[in-house]
């Protein structure tokens, strides 16, 4: 069946520290940086779970720490699969709320919680669903190609961000954008979304944080 490898990049400061990190571009770690690189010696290559024989193609972040991630990953190989680099699968919009801590947020707007507020000067829990729910249709589309005609390849790779990621993963299978807050996504964590039954109509979490360093 066709998949969809969802990848968060890899470690920041901002991501340690807990600050709300969307426009912002920031670099990852140096822990940031070894652990995505033995992400790909574990997972990336010829007969590996990330085979690029298989990849259709790769949604890239323009955000400096999810373009590195895409880099560490993929530039072991002979050459880079077909990828695009594109503002669709950037970080929810923080607005007003860029670069602040939980408690901060809290502080100036008591009760807030961003999977039913959105974010003022940002993105709306609407508008990130649409976005989301676009890149989905696009995912698949590839997919449809490749089960119904045999046209092109059977996976697609996506290196994006945390709440990016979380309501992707919702969205994939038919919850509200609301249900993101009940996943985590670690730095450089890979999930893998795919279909039961061969029925596209039947989308599926097969694996969250695959190989990721949690703590």
Known sequence: MPRLFLIRHGETEWS???RHTG???IPLTPKGEQETTEKAAQLVGEGKVIDPRN???V???PRTRAHKTFHLLFDQLPALPSHVITESVREWDYGEYEGLLSPEIQARNPGWTIWKDGCPGGESTTEMCFRVDTVIEQ????HRKWLEKGEGSR????VAHGHFNRVLIARWINFPLSLGTHFNVEPSGIAILSYNH???LEPALN????YAHVG
């Open 59 to 61: 949604f890239v972040s």
């Open 198 to 200: 061969r029925n596209i």
């Open 23 to 25: 426009r912002t571009d």
């Open 55 to 57: 990849i259709c193609t």
């Open 155 to 158: 996976d697609v790779v996506i």
């Open 207 to 210: 694996a969250l944080n695959l």
């Open 139 to 142: 995912v698949r589309e590839y």
């Open 16 to 18: 340690v520290n807990g």
